[in-house]
């Protein structure tokens, strides 16, 4: 299994109520496809670069989840299907190390360990 996370923009004109609905429906499609949600990340309401689908505004969330590589179609399949998603991404997560120096004889100082994306990525096409 795999570490992804999905972004989703969603309509602002949704409520509260709609909004947990359709995070719980996204959670539940990971579940059926064998995979965890680890965190849910709720930005809330943002203003957006553009406009999409003569919005302005739209609602941010994050989901950061563990599923096998040959069903994150699915996932992302649910996404753009979903007729209040106005975009989403789907992003694979992978650890990468970074020098952080070297001393005057060329040998390393030491490493950094981050979280950086890989270019592993499914969008929404306009």
């Known amino acids: 299994m795999k570490r992804y996370e ?6 602002p004109n ?3 109520t709609e ?3 359709l995070i719980e429906r996204m959670k539940a499609t ?6 965890s949600v680890e965190a849910v990340d709720l930005w809330g309401k943002r203003r957006l670069t553009y406009p999409v689908e003569k919005y302005t505004e739209g609602y941010y969330i994050f989901i950061r989840f563990l599923l096998s590589p040959l069903r994150v179609e699915e996932v992302s399949r649910v ?3 979903t007729e209040e998603v106005l975009r989403h991404i789907v992003v694979k997560e992978t650890k990468k190390h970074h020098v952080i120096g070297q001393d005057p004889g060329g040998k390393e100082i030491g490493e950094a360990s981050s979280d ?3 270019s592993d990525v499914q969008t929404q096409s306009e």
């Open 6 to 11: 999905l972004g989703l923009v969603v309509k």
């Open 14 to 16: 949704l409520s509260e």
């Open 19 to 21: 909004v947990n609905g």
């Open 30 to 35: 990971v579940g059926e496809q064998g995979g």
């Open 79 to 81: 996404a753009r299907l």
């Open 116 to 118: 950086n994306v890989t």
